[in-house]
């Protein structure tokens, strides 16, 4: 056991250090140092209804600017003194405001308590599934008035120290194959990279509802086929319909023998490492756009890779450290990581993950793609009632109050929902498997008492 710990620790402190090397070396690459062009962080300090003006005072200046209001922003929508997203248009070679997005919400009680349970939920799914529990919490910063590309960042910047936590645990349980984990991270890492790219390109067309809607609509199209997928699995494994085994496009994939091959002990798998190039970069690309990579890079490992879902939830964990930390430097070089958020989630997390890791031990394969595919269905429903919200924010589509209410309130249910099965089926699961083991040790030892 020390010996694990002892190598732990020395792959951990390497990664640290060619990763922080490598990221201020490649930050004109990476894209940080500021939003996108067409964005602009600052406050506004005066804003004047009659001339539909507002006087506005960028971050990385001292001189303030006088800027025009556009058609789809009313002197109502500018909150003073607040630092904000501005989007800004050019008409006739003059600068206007095409919308504006308050960059960090107030915390009331009621968010607080909110943000902390849904870090506690979200870290238990991270231990348990290996998904880092982005699906949630992304989504559950949005709805509690996070801007989308705000939410992306300060969730990843959340995923690196609790993943190294889930990662240590899983591999002490021996599930997580480190090997094959830092194989992953190394296409992940330039996966990030574009999704970073891809995020201030949408910021700097179509502002911060823009980003909203990328986010949402990738959502519901990446949970609904990947969860169905998944959930359809679980459910055949779980009817006692099928065997655990390895998939199909799994055992074709192993047969590819381009080098360089590898070898990967814990997975018990071997295959070319053309083949985790894909899965890799899905994983970083998604990871750094909407803040998800593990519900495309565990499945990945499962149904490409042939990893069982232990070892590919535990091994997920590994490239969410390495990832979240490569992404969070370049979010916070772009200033859009909200601290607040990251530690109120994290400090939550660190506990939830942990449970979820020894969850992991008491629990049947299947189990952890029931919870994973449920979820993804439940938060896809989440996502998919905000999309006609985002749609007319944008101007594409028009929609009364009383309708974007009750779509509100559709995604703010889904969501409680979501949690609430995650909850409650990895502890149920972990009570039930608990009990059984003590229920084997018991009468194991009633055994060895009666031989004597």
Known sequence: MGGNRQKMKKIIAVILMVFLTLSLASTAFAG????????????????????????????????????????????????????????????????????????????????????????????????????????????SMMSLGAPGAVAVASNMCHKFPKAMVGAYKRFKYGQADIKLGLVMAISAIAGVQIGIKIQKFILNKWGNAGSNLYVSVAFVVILVIVGTYVFYDAWKLARGGAEVKVSKLALAMQKIKIPPMLHFKRAGVTLSAWVTIPVGLATGMLAATIAVGGFIGVPGMIYVVGASAIVASATELVIAFIMGLWGSIQWGLSGLIDIRLTLLILAASLFGVQLGALGTTYVKDYVIKVVMGAVMLIVAVSRGAKVPIYLSELGFTSLDPKTASVLNEISFWAL???????????????????????????????KEAASH
């Open 416 to 446: 409680v929902t979501a949690l609430a099965t995650a909850g409650v089926i990895i502890t149920g699961a972990m009570i039930k498997g608990m009990r059984k083991a003590k229920a084997e040790e018991r009468e194991a030892a009633a």
């Open 32 to 139: 940080g140092g500021g939003p996108p062009k067409g964005i602009k962080k600052g406050v506004f300090i005066e804003v004047d209804p009659v001339t539909r003006t507002a006087v506005f005072k960028p971050s990385d200046s001292e001189e303030p600017m006088t800027l025009k209001l556009g058609e789809s922003v009313e002197p109502e929508d500018i909150d003073l003194n607040k630092k904000v997203l501005v989007s800004l248009g050019k008409h006739d070679g003059e600068e206007f405001i095409k919308s504006v997005s308050v960059m960090f919400m107030d915390l009331t009680l009621e968010k607080l308590i909110a943000l902390l349970v849904v870090g506690l939920i979200g870290g238990l799914l991270s231990g348990f599934i290996g998904s880092g529990g982005a699906f949630v919490l992304t989504p």
